[in-house]
Each structure stands twice: as C-alpha cells, then as structure tokens.
T-cell receptor, first 113, second 112 residues
C-alpha cells in the first residue's frame, strides 16, 4: 500500500530564505508526482507535476526534484515571500492505470516578513 | 470566472439528514473526482467519473452516491449523515491530455 510522508509538518522561515520541503513515498512504482499548494479555506492549486521518467521540473522560484528509486521528492522554494505561506501537499499517482492520487498530509509553511 | 465551483461552501446539518453537494466545471474536462479531507488533513479520493461513467469507487459507504447529469457536473449525494462524515469535500477535474488536476474551493460539511 502506497504511503506518502511529508517532513516537516510545519516550517516557519524569514522572508528571503531559500527552503526545501520533503516528500517520501513507500512504493517506487509511480506514474507521476505532483506538488500542490493549499491556502486556508480554498482548494488545491497544482504547482508542479513530474512524470516518473523525469528528474525535475521548474516553475519560477519553484523547483521540484524526483528520485523515484529512493522514493523521494523535494520542493525547493527560492527567495521565499510572505505570499508563499500555505500548506504544500505532495501526491503520487501509482503505476498501473489507476488514476487515484495518494496524498501526504502536507507541510504548513509560514514566511515571516 | 471560476473553473471548478462547488456549492454550498459550508453545510451544517443534523445526523440522519440527506444532503447534496454540487460541483460544476467550465473547463470542458472529461474526468471529475470527489475527494474527502478529514480533520487530520488527509486528502483521499472517493470517486472518479469519466464522461459520466464511474471509474473509481473507493471503499466509501453506499450512503454516498455520486451523480453526473452531464460532463460539466458531478454532484455528491449523502444519505443518513453521520458525525464521521464531517470533513471538507473537494471536487476536481482533469483534461484528456493532461495529468494535472484542478480543484474546486471545497465544501466544509459539519454534521451535528
């Protein structure tokens, strides 16, 4: 059974700092991995999607890496801003045609001005 | 113009009642989902529909019945509500040639 773990559960940093969020998964047989952002009282916004054959994806100040064999992904946020404050969720889609995503519990990020 | 919308945003009801949550998307996507996020913040898939056909049905009590009247709508009807049904329910969609899912704002259901 696939399990996704995100560490740390919460993170508080000063504005301008570079930071890394971690995601690990127990079964390396994945189709892809996605990072989402969830703001309080709102839905999820997809940030980056990495296919199983890819090593990383970049979008602006965000960079996500994937090491499928070791069951790990990281989300790197450069020059953090208060507007980055949110909960960041990692989700994997298993191989085998199933569309369901398996989510971690998220990392709550607070960027202090 | 919201891509994926849900109504209502908040729903407070008594145990034993029957309620529905509606989801509408204007993205023209073929696939729609219902997720449940419990008090511990775990987000789990409940159902998936593709072109109005049920694709995924996780181990959800049969008190939960999704209904897709057309490709733009996937509603969730819940019978005989229980305290444990209290959660935030999210609708999501996915286009034909993409793996990215687009989520609605969620419906917070509180069962008293």
């Amino acid at each position: 059974k696939q399990e996704v773990t995100q560490i740390p559960a919460a993170l508080s940093v000063p504005e301008g700092e570079n930071l890394v969020l971690n995601c690990s998964f127990t079964d390396s047989a994945i189709y892809n991995l996605q990072w989402f952002r969830q703001d309080p009282g709102k839905g999820l916004t997809s940030l980056l999607l990495i296919q199983s054959s890819q090593r990383e994806q970049t979008s602006g100040r965000l960079n996500a890496s994937l090491d499928k064999s070791s069951g790990r992904s990281t989300l790197y946020i450069a020059a953090s801003q208060p507007g980055d404050s949110a909960t960041y969720l990692c989700a994997v889609r298993p191989e085998g045609g199933s569309e369901k995503l398996v989510f971690g519990k998220g990392t709550k990020l607070t960027v202090n001005p | 113009d919201t891509a994926v919308s849900q109504t209502p945003k908040y729903l407070v009801t008594q145990m034993g009642n029957d309620k529905s949550i509606k989801c509408e998307q204007n993205l023209g996507h073929d696939t729609m989902y219902w997720y449940k996020q419990d008090s511990k913040k775990f987000l789990k898939i409940m159902f998936s529909y593709n072109n109005k056909e049920l694709i995924i049905n996780e181990t959800v009590p049969n008190r939960f019945s999704p209904k897709s009247p057309d490709k733009a709508h996937l509603n969730l009807h819940i019978n005989s509500l229980e305290l444990g049904d209290s959660a935030v329910y999210f609708c999501a969609t996915r286009g034909h040639n993409t793996d990215t899912q687009y989520f609605g704002p969620g419906t917070r259901l509180t069962v008293l």
